[in-house]
């Protein structure tokens, strides 16, 4: 930015690209690994494998094995009305209760503001698989557990006796299926049980001698606090099917039409392919004409014949085709051979294969090891091997025509996850795309545009008849459903009308990254343009000149009223002109791309953007949170929402706002 004013760069020819040059590293013969010693006794501590709809989340256990799998459109609920015809009367009360001075009357007000709560991304079920007795007995020492961040390929190994018994575990987007290999070194050594369940209403039964097929419902309205209310929709309804081949020579046995009994094989693979009778955020469930069953056999049938090599390359040239576009090189080592400490980072073509590098010191350490290790020996290649597993996690739950990632990615155990595992708009979300541009994984972020859409069409409403304004607005959480409403609950967190204007300024960073023109026309700007009517309406006439918002709050952050109370409610946070100055300067770029800045919302947003108040420090020397210098209660508070400016904000820069900086340096320094 130049004063102000973005900067345009032409997009680079693919001449320009970088290339991968030569690296000289005697020890890169280890691919980049997430390593375990032994099985998970924690969720967290199970590996995440996706495709970006279809999860798992492998334990690696011995005598007994759980994969958690997930889909990406399984939730709780129907479409839903997101307007409140009440919250105009009520928003005149908060704001002259604000006008006032009366901060903790105004939050106790905005309560009247709130809605109902998201939906609740829900699980799919478990492949389960118990071998025998004698698994119990394994080798000590010949245990590992790893995720070939590489080929996106979990393996578990571990010997019995003589025979060692190998798992590979991978979620193809080619396939759209999560395929498991079980094999053995010793021929016929293999038997094993395998079953599906699930914690959702649901069938399973056998299909056959080698398949079983799972039918089940969602709650079709998220489980409330209190018992008896009858009523109760139709839910989305899903399937899944589990396919079983061995070698010549295994013997498969249906079991009570429940599960599959493998005995005497070399080797055994499980395909999973599931479906759900999802179709958008606007089309009740039971109005759906999916179904899930037979699109799962068909989705099964497309990808019998191929073998499990077959499927392996497929996957492979997809996932590297993205992960292989960026390496990262800190060191060559830890701290005991760190060389003159340069940093080294290269992008490269997609369809480039660029060598493997090591990020592990020994094969025998652990990563948890190595995390502990980390506090002492400040290792770079796991910094390299932290960044290179976040660009595997958006790959790997963010694809081109699947659900935006949601709180946990695609990743889910339970019926009633933490904060719904809804995508929150006041951070979450947006952080599980910051990597997509920078680490060169624009596709990735195609799902989130779509979301946009969705939340344009129904925020429209919410603006409408909640604000008596145009344009659409969304606030801090949503869910499959596209809702735009505020939460349920109090003002601290619910009444915050900026998630969509902040999702907003993801659509002009993948313009500035790609130069698409068509993209910006056709996609960005009109989303831009409803954003901006919404932010001018929204607006109003402060004292002193400036425009302000009020009610404001700073996201989940409590302030000391004058009077003593606490409140969160007040006017023109930080946060929220942050946000507004990013959109405007925005939409008048984009604009002038377009040929569009003798429109007359142009003029409307270059006038405001004159008359937003600046950011202010506070008398510690700090970045003020709100606009008045209140007292904070919890300065060591997780969110640092007032710093939007600098990131992922523009706005504050060492070269044009130095003093800015420096009290952006005191701010941090405070929340540590």
């Not at 889909?71 to 009360?93: H, I, K, Q, R, S």
């Not at 704001?95 to 939050?107: I, Q, S």
Request: net charge negative.
């Amino acid at each position: 930015m130049e004063d102000g004013e973005w900067v345009l760069v032409r997009k680079p020819a693919e001449k320009d690209f970088w290339n991968p040059t030569s690296m000289d590293l005697a020890d890169t013969s280890k691919p980049l690994k997430v390593t375990f010693s032994g099985p998970a006794k924690h969720w967290t501590d199970a590996i995440p494998i996706g495709n970006g709809r279809l999860g798992a989340m492998v334990w690696g256990g011995i005598a007994s094995e759980t994969l958690q799998l997930n889909e990406d459109t399984l939730w709780t609920g129907v479409p839903g009305d997101y307007t409140n015809p009440e919250a105009p009367a009520a928003l005149a009360e908060v704001r002259k209760l604000v006008d006032n001075g009366d901060y903790a009357e105004a939050t106790k007000a905005a309560v009247k503001l709130s809605d109902h709560p998201s939906d609740v991304y829900q699980l799919l079920g478990d492949i389960k698989l118990e071998f025998d007795e004698s698994h119990v007995k394994y080798t000590e020492g010949t245990y590992s557990r790893e995720l070939d961040l590489e080929t996106a390929i979990a393996r578990v190994k571990y010997s019995v006796g003589d025979v060692e018994f190998m798992r590979e575990h991978f979620a193809s987007n080619p396939g759209q299926v999560i395929v498991t290999k079980i094999s053995a070194s010793k021929p016929g050594s293999l038997s094993f049980t395998v079953s599906l369940d699930s914690k959702l209403h649901h069938h399973s039964q056998a299909n056959g001698q080698n398949q079983i097929i799972l039918q089940g419902s969602c709650p079709g309205k998220r489980i409330q606090p209190k018992v008896g209310l009858n009523e109760n929709p139709k839910g989305i309804q899903f399937t899944a099917v589990l396919d079983l081949q061995v070698s010549q020579g295994g013997v498969i046995h249906n079991i009570d039409d429940k599960k599959l009994k493998v005995e005497g094989s070399d080797w055994a693979v499980l395909l999973l392919v599931a479906s759900s009778s999802f179709d958008g955020p606007f089309t009740m469930p039971s109005d759906s004409k999916k179904d899930p069953t037979s699109d799962s056999l068909n989705a099964l049938k497309s990808i019998k014949t191929l073998s499990y090599s077959d499927l392996y390359a497929h996957h492979l040239d997809d996932y590297q085709n993205l992960f292989h576009r960026v390496s990262l090189q800190l060191s060559k080592s830890s701290k005991s051979n760190l060389g003159d400490g340069s940093l080294e980072m290269k992008e490269v073509k997609s369809s480039t294969k660029i060598s493997h590098i090591s990020k592990s010191n020994d094969g025998a350490v652990s990563t948890a090891e190595r995390v502990k290790s980390f506090q002492t020996d400040e290792d770079p290649s796991f910094v390299e091997l932290l960044f290179q597993y976040g660009r595997y996690l958006l790959i790997s739950s963010s694809r081109p025509g699947t659900q935006v990632s949601n709180l946990q990615g695609i990743w889910n155990k339970d019926i009633e996850p933490a904060w719904d595992c809804a995508p929150h708009l006041n951070i979450n979300l947006q952080m599980n795309y910051w990597p997509s541009l920078p680490c060169n994984l624009k596709e990735c972020q195609e799902p989130l545009f779509d979301f946009i859409s969705s939340l344009a069409i129904n925020g429209s409403k919410t603006a409408k008849v909640n604000y008596e304004t145009s344009g659409w607005v969304a606030h801090q959480v949503t869910d499959i459903w596209a809702k735009t409403s505020p939460d349920r609950g109090e003002a601290v967190w619910a009444l915050w009308p900026m998630g969509g204007a902040w999702l907003c300024t993801h659509l002009w960073e993948q313009f500035t990254y790609t130069m698409d023109k068509d993209f910006l026309k056709n996609k960005a700007y009109p989303l831009l343009e409803g954003c901006t009517s919404f932010l001018l309406d929204w607006l109003i006439e402060g004292p002193g000149g400036y425009l302000e918002t009020n009610p404001s709050t700073s996201p989940e952050h409590m302030f000391v009223a004058p009077d003593g109370k606490p409140a969160s409610v007040s006017y023109s946070s930080t946060m929220d002109i942050a946000i507004i100055r990013e959109v405007f300067s925005e939409i008048v770029s984009a604009a002038e791309v377009l040929g569009r800045k003798d429109d007359a919302l142009i003029g409307k947003v270059r006038e405001a953007l004159a008359k937003l108040p600046p950011t202010k420090i506070a008398r510690d020397g700090s970045i003020m949170e709100w606009a008045v210098d209140f007292q904070d209660p919890e300065v060591h508070h997780r969110h640092v929402s007032h710093l939007f400016g600098l990131f992922p904000g523009h706005t504050i820069t060492v070269e044009k706002t130095p003093d800015l900086c420096k009290a952006v340096d005191f701010t941090l320094f405070k929340r540590v």
